[in-house]
């Protein structure tokens, strides 16, 4: 009975680092810095990430026409959702890439504060554990001003994912991967830290949201349903009709 609670201790007890990641730094070249993301790509198919927002996205009962990636790097997941889902689709990031080749928009914005174009409903993977406390409650908030649903995947912090990477997943990614995975579940929120933050983040709005972490903690998915908006818009959205990349 000890035993057993002090491996459980031992299992969730990871403190949450503050670390950065490699490809936060200004300086990695573009070629690795490509590389990478085309891993987290494949990362994500493997395990089943897109296909768990695509089954999301085609459950809601309202017509999803426009799908807006927060935080979605070369855009690889939203190239795949597009394709398979036949939407349109436009991305955001705070560092968009130098040389994309892609058939929609990537616009540059911080997603915690600035104006974001607008969506039926907006995903984002592996950005929350980037983001302190606070700027994750942002995070959703302002998501909120411009999409009317939020489905927010990332990492859990706990030793069972660190050690099913390091065993199944580090062998065939490029080293960047290999150790920017590592810090990035070490600095995710545990799935109650993330339900709290959510919670405090959607207090008094009106919001609905559903909580689920993947077995062997390899995901936590928010789903998060905000309270319809009146009609005049808070905030004024981006722009962004165009097809090409800004
Ligand atoms: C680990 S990458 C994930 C990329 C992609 N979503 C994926 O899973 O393959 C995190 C991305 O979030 C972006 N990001 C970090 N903070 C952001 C912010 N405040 N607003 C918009 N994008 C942000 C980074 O520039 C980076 O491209």
Redesign the pocket.
């Given at each position: 009975m000890r035993y057993k609670k002090e491996t459980a201790h031992f299992l969730t007890s990871m403190t949450r680092t503050l670390e950065k990641e490699i490809?936060e730094r200004p300086d990695v070249a573009e070629h690795l810095v490509a590389r990478a993301?085309r891993d987290?790509?494949r990362i994500?198919r493997f395990l089943g990430d897109t296909a768990s927002v695509i089954a999301a996205l085609r459950r809601d009962p309202l017509p999803v026409r426009r799908v807006l990636d927060?935080?979605?790097?070369a855009g690889?997941?939203l190239l795949e959702i597009r394709r398979k889902l036949g939407v349109q689709a436009i991305g955001?990031?705070?560092?968009p890439p130098k040389t994309p080749d892609l058939p929609f928009a990537i616009v540059s914005?911080?997603?915690?504060r600035d104006p974001l174009p607008e969506a039926d409903v907006a995903f984002?993977?592996?950005?929350g554990h980037?983001?302190p406390e606070s700027d994750l409650v942002g995070l959703i908030r302002n998501v909120g001003q411009f999409c009317r649903r939020f489905i927010l995947l990332d990492l859990v912090r706990h030793a069972l994912p660190l050690a099913l990477f390091r065993g199944f997943v580090a062998p065939f990614v490029c080293p960047i991967v290999v150790s920017d995975a590592q810090v990035s579940i070490r600095r995710s929120y545990t799935a109650p830290e993330m339900a709290r933050l959510t919670r405090e983040a959607l207090a008094g709005s009106g919001a609905r949201f559903r909580h689920t972490v993947a077995p062997l903690y390899v995901r936590q998915i928010l789903d998060i349903n905000y309270a319809p908006r009146p009609h005049s818009c808070p905030r004024e959205p981006v722009d962004c009709q165009q097809d090409a990349v800004q």
């Open positions: 490809l993301y987290l790509t994500h927060v935080g979605c790097a690889g997941v955001v990031d705070i560092k914005a911080d997603a915690v984002s993977m592996y950005l980037h983001l």
